[in-house]
């Protein structure tokens, strides 16, 4: 990994032909790997510690949840390879996941993580 640290996470996407890792001591490096494990494209750092694919594994979101801001950034990978940042938003929150559709990521804040200020929110593949 281009990054000394812990490894925070890793995450195929939908058609196997990438991955994404966000690894390294604060603030994480996110990178994104072909198949045959060569990176491919260099998301920068920041206060991240997720990644995740929506399930056509077109457009892909990086957050920094738990104790980070919940910084989220949404990326357009094209098929030629490249990415394209789409927008950014803040959401404080623990867990995300795609819609079935692929256009919406839902953010939540649960118990027993919170047992008050629980949310759940929803933004557009572009942020």
């Known amino acids: 990994l281009p990054k000394e640290g812990p490894v925070?996470?890793?995450?195929?996407?939908?058609?196997?032909?990438?991955?994404?890792?966000v690894a390294g001591f604060m603030p994480a490096k996110v990178t994104l790997f072909n198949a045959a494990c060569k990176p491919v494209y260099d998301l920068g750092s920041g206060p991240y510690n997720m990644a995740r694919w929506n399930p056509f594994g077109r457009f892909f979101a990086i957050a920094g949840f738990g104790n980070l801001p919940g910084d989220i950034v949404f990326y357009d990978k094209k098929s030629s390879g490249t990415c394209k940042q789409m927008g950014?938003?803040?959401s404080p929150a623990v867990s995300a996941e795609w819609s079935p559709d692929g256009r919406?990521?839902?953010?939540?804040?649960?118990?027993?993580?919170?047992?008050?200020?629980?949310?759940?929110?929803?933004?557009?593949?572009?942020?």
Do not use: C, E, K, M
């Open 88 to 90: 950014a938003v803040r």
């Open 8 to 21: 925070h996470d890793v995450q195929w996407s939908p058609a196997g032909d990438f991955f994404i890792t």
């Open 104 to 127: 919406q990521l839902l953010t939540a804040t649960t118990a027993p993580r919170l047992r008050v200020d629980n949310n759940v929110r929803v933004f557009t593949y572009y942020g």
